[in-house]
């Protein structure tokens, strides 16, 4: 008999058996899929399990031919387009299947009385976490019964999803098979003894391992916190579980979807709003209303010139910061008192809400100097530069506070008519002429 697989070639081989037949974005949703698929296997174990959210702009992207194919590995699949809330509630308390649903789109279309949906929304916003229950009346008496929702749910549709459920995913963005891109047709007929052999492979993996990976907290990659730790915690459980290269392949892979994610995510349209506020204020202090709306309307590819067929006006523009407790005041403009917003007023929600602005710009590389073939030979690619002069120092200007220098009375002349500067008291002779006057005077 042939031994059992270990985890790290069980794993090898689901990630080769769902590449024969999809053509996934990256390397890393194939890993992320592959993951996914072994965690179906052991939710007894998981507090948490992590939505897949298979998305495209398009029809034709592979979303659909993933779920076929997960439908051979998973335990307990349940493959539906459309079915009954009702239905799915009872499928999970009976079997706990793996959920996985197509045109998961149309489920989020239609809002108010025409909307028959509420109730499998509510399924898969609370069933990521185990434990989770709905409340709904059953049977003739119409008793209240707690249905369990906690199941593996891979979701498969058009565009995004409510950000409820985007958060609690898995986002692997497919998209249309390029020119280059071969893959082997799926039948399922051909195909379903060896996908049903590795669902087997994997169920008895499972079954060795569960104890190992209940209640275990993986180290995560640095910045995976919140929401998406929670997502990632049970599928690097199972790669550090399987060993080999799959606890580095695991990591690299939520790093690359989380920041994927996030690049991505546009946020709530109040977010988007802090976002354009702060970039409008810039280091002003306060502005007006009137100039906020200027600004926002002018801001390229921006929502605000045409919500709904008209603009933000002051109104909507309260209204929407009312929710972040951001509210207008009286603001000085150029002397005159008018209603807008304080920079300080909406520093709070910025820095909860927005993500950090960086501090400083990325350097820019130094230009690749030219470089000689042989020791005798000049580059002729680059100029030599002269050799730069210091410019001499400017004079200081003249200032204005040199003391007054007191007049000097003009010096007393001799009869020879030179100037007396220094004499004794009572002298009006120079030295000379003071000896010429006593010779004559004897």
């Given at each position: 008999?042939?031994p059992?697989?270990?985890?790290a ?13 999809v ?13 996914w ?33 997960l ?11 459309n079915?009954?809330?009702?239905a ?9 299947p ?24 509510g399924?898969?916003n ?65 195909h379903?003894?060896?996908g049903?052999?590795?669902c ?22 640095a910045?995976?916190?919140?929401r ?24 690299d ?10 690049s ?10 802090l976002?354009?506020l702060?970039?409008?204020f ?39 910061l009312?929710?972040?407790?951001v ?8 002397g ?7 920079r300080?007023?909406?520093w709070d929600a910025?820095?909860?809400?927005l993500?950090?602005?960086s501090?400083?710009?990325?350097p820019v ?17 680059d ?7 210091e ?16 007049e ?12 007396l500067?220094?004499r ?19």
């Amino acid at each position: 008999m042939k031994p059992p697989p270990d985890g790290a070639a069980l794993l090898d081989s689901v990630r080769a058996f769902l590449g024969r037949f999809v053509a996934f974005p990256t390397d890393h949703a194939l890993t992320a899929v592959t993951l996914w698929t072994a965690h179906t296997h052991l939710m007894v174990a998981w507090e948490n399990t992590a939505r897949l959210a298979l998305l495209s702009p398009e029809p034709g992207s592979g979303k659909t031919r993933v779920l076929e194919v997960l439908e051979l590995l998973t335990p307990e699949p349940m493959h539906v387009l459309n079915a009954s809330p009702a239905a799915i509630f009872r499928t999970i308390e009976k079997a706990r299947p793996t959920l996985l649903l197509d045109e998961v789109d149309t489920i989020f279309t239609k809002l108010g009385k025409d909307d028959d949906h509420q109730d499998l929304r509510g399924l898969l916003n609370s069933g990521y976490r185990t434990g989770a229950t709905i409340p709904r009346c059953s049977g003739p008496l119409h008793e209240v019964r707690m249905f369990p929702t906690f199941c593996a749910v891979a979701l498969a549709g058009l565009g995004d999803l409510p950000d409820t459920l985007m958060t609690r995913s898995v986002i692997i963005r497919m998209r249309r098979r390029a020119p280059g891109e071969v893959v082997e047709p799926f039948r399922r007929r051909l195909h379903r003894k060896d996908g049903e052999a590795l669902c087997g492979q994997l169920t008895a993996w499972a079954g060795r391992i569960v104890k190992q990976v209940t209640n275990v907290y993986p180290d995560l990659p640095a910045g995976i916190t919140d929401r998406p730790a929670d997502v990632w915690e049970p599928l690097l459980a199972v790669a550090d579980a399987a060993g080999g290269e799959w606890p580095t392949l695991a990591r690299d892979a939520c790093v690359a979807l989380v920041k994927a994610a996030q690049s991505t995510d546009s946020g709530s349209l109040g977010v988007r709003l802090l976002t354009d506020l702060r970039d409008v204020f810039g280091p002003s202090q306060t502005l007006s209303t009137e100039t906020l709306l200027t600004e926002l309307h002018a801001l390229p590819e921006a929502p605000w010139s045409d919500l709904r067929g008209k603009p933000l006006d002051a109104r909507g523009l309260a209204r929407r910061l009312a929710a972040y407790e951001v509210r207008s005041t009286k603001v000085k403009i150029e002397g005159r008192p008018v209603q807008g917003y304080r920079r300080e007023h909406l520093w709070d929600a910025w820095q909860r809400y927005l993500p950090p602005v960086s501090a400083s710009p990325e350097p820019v590389e130094p230009p690749k100097l030219a470089w000689s073939e042989t020791f005798d030979e000049v580059p002729e690619d680059d100029e030599v530069p002269e050799p730069g002069h210091e410019a001499e120092p400017e004079d200081p200007p003249p200032t204005c506070d040199v003391p007054q220098v007191p007049e000097v009375p003009d010096s007393p002349v001799c009869g020879c008519g030179q100037r007396l500067f220094l004499r004794p008291a009572g002298r009006d002779q120079c030295e000379a002429c003071r000896i010429a006057a006593e010779r004559a005077a004897s």
